[in-house]
């Protein structure tokens, strides 16, 4: 029997991740073409592909892609520096896409959502991950942090801090040079932006609760059974206050 391997430290990159592997597995043919959109360093594409899974994983900056495709040794997995836009002309459609980590980067999530519907099989399953809004993290640590840079006294004494408590600016999942969050969904914001674009949202699932904010952060970085903790704690929460949304999507 194949060992499966996860590349992933965090507890709840974990979770993340075993939750899209458990969607992919339930739902999807065994030898079933998946398109990892936004795949960053190409982790979850990598772990999929592990199932025998046919797996593209695409992403528009080339450094982040050129990390995927050293670390890949699976001849079912492949990367490309390209754009979901420029992958739509080829016409290609899949079970499955994944956008992990992603809506909360675009301007207009809206055009991206729009060509995934048009490379995704009518049958096919869309899984989107974010975090959630107003949940810890974005409330106590992503927007004092963005409002943080416009003051470069403030800004460069937090960057000093975040270097010197070892923090780096890039993360396990991506290197791309810009990871700033412009969208902070709620629940509704996600069924709204679904209806919008001719989705339903089939399924919603809990991340953490604040082991990634600080100065819990600095123990949980440490202690992996905190993380684990902190998960569990998630679950038996209302949704509103768990730190992300791991999401199942199909077409209308």
Known sequence: MTTITYEYERFTDNKRLKFIESCLQQGIPAQGRVLDVGCGNGV??????????DVLGIDISQKTIDVARSKNKLPNVHFEA?????????????????????????????????T??????PEGMLIVTVPNGKGPREVCVTKPMLKARNNPAIWG????IKKALGFRGTTVQSQADNLDHVQFFTRKDLHDLATAHDFKI??????????????????TKRIKFLQALDCQVAEIL????????NTVWRKK
């Open 202 to 219: 089939v399924r919603f699932a809990k991340t953490n609760f604040v082991e990634d904010v600080f100065p819990f952060s600095l123990f």
């Open 157 to 160: 004494f937090i960057n000093g």
């Open 116 to 121: 995934i519907a048009a490379a995704l099989k």
């Open 44 to 53: 979850i594409s990598r772990h999929l592909g592990q199932f025998g899974y």
């Open 238 to 245: 209302p949704l509103g206050f768990t730190g992300g949304f």
């Open 82 to 114: 390209i754009s979901a836009e420029a992958l739509k002309a080829q016409g290609q459609q899949y079970d499955a896409v994944i956008c992990s980590e992603v809506l909360e980067h675009l301007d207009q999530p809206g055009i991206l959502l729009e």
